[in-house]
């Protein structure tokens, strides 16, 4: 009996120094993640512009063929006011018969691709033409919108009226109508274009063979 008694007092003693050197502070730790507003665009009037079956004896030999002129709506919707803008890359640039007279007095810039046939031969080219805009500074509130440009990343801002979007590295913003000089914060942005595209003459393509419309543009959202 005593010798299971001098047991329970050994090992008493060999637990009592961790009890001694116990840590004396304790950690409260705060985490979490801090993100900026999310935004969200998408084109509003549906994307692809569908121009159905063009018959090849529609086209002209000698000369360009323009299409019916469509529009096209693109909108972003912010969860808090957010300062963005647009930047427009175009996807068929390789393709862009930039000799093509789109909208007059429009550039190559201003001129984007519309794939090429199996051949190779470039079918053609579009233009986005400005048309209207809003902008919201609230919830639910939307004034006109003025479309503004910068061709240097942000760095500085021009009022935008010479009317096609051009697709050369520049970034678009929309302020409500007045004489803003850069970009503000709002909830949403709704932006219309006048779509004009034009087929080549069919002399330089070839019409017996079956060809497919092909233009791709990709709007890239940017935060200011």
């Known amino acids: ?8 007092l050994i090992a008493i003693i060999q637990i009592s120094p961790a009890l001694a ?3 004396p502070t304790a950690e409260l730790k705060l985490v979490g993640d801090i993100r900026p507003s999310a935004c969200y665009s998408k084109f509003i009037t549906g994307s692809p512009i569908d121009y159905g079956t063009l018959p090849a004896s529609t ?10 002129v469509r529009i096209a709506g693109f909108s972003v919707n912010c969860e808090a ?17 930039t000799s093509l007279e789109t909208v007059p007095g429009y550039g190559a810039a201003e001129k984007l691709g519309l794939g090429a046939a199996d051949n190779g031969a470039n079918i053609g080219a579009y233009s986005l033409e400005y048309l ?19 061709p240097d990343a942000g760095g500085t801002w021009v009022p935008y009226t010479a009317g096609g979007l051009k697709v050369d590295g520049g970034i678009y913003s929309i302020v409500e ?35 497919k419309i092909d233009g791709l543009a990709t709007f890239e959202l940017i935060y200011l």
């Open 177 to 211: 109508k007045g004489p803003a000089t850069a970009p503000k914060s709002y909830f949403s942005m709704a932006v219309y274009y006048n779509v004009h595209a034009v087929i080549d003459k069919t002399d330089n393509l070839p019409i017996t063979d079956e060809m």
């Open 21 to 23: 050197v116990a840590a």
């Open 132 to 150: 209207e805009s809003t902008v919201a500074l609230e919830r639910l509130l939307a004034a006109k919108g003025s479309p503004l440009y910068s």
């Open 59 to 68: 086209l002209s030999a000698t000369e360009p063929t323009k299409l019916p």
């Open 81 to 97: 006011a957010v300062k963005f803008g647009i930047r427009v890359h175009d996807e068929r640039s390789a393709t862009t018969v």
């Open 1 to 8: 009996m005593k010798k299971l008694i001098g047991l329970s």
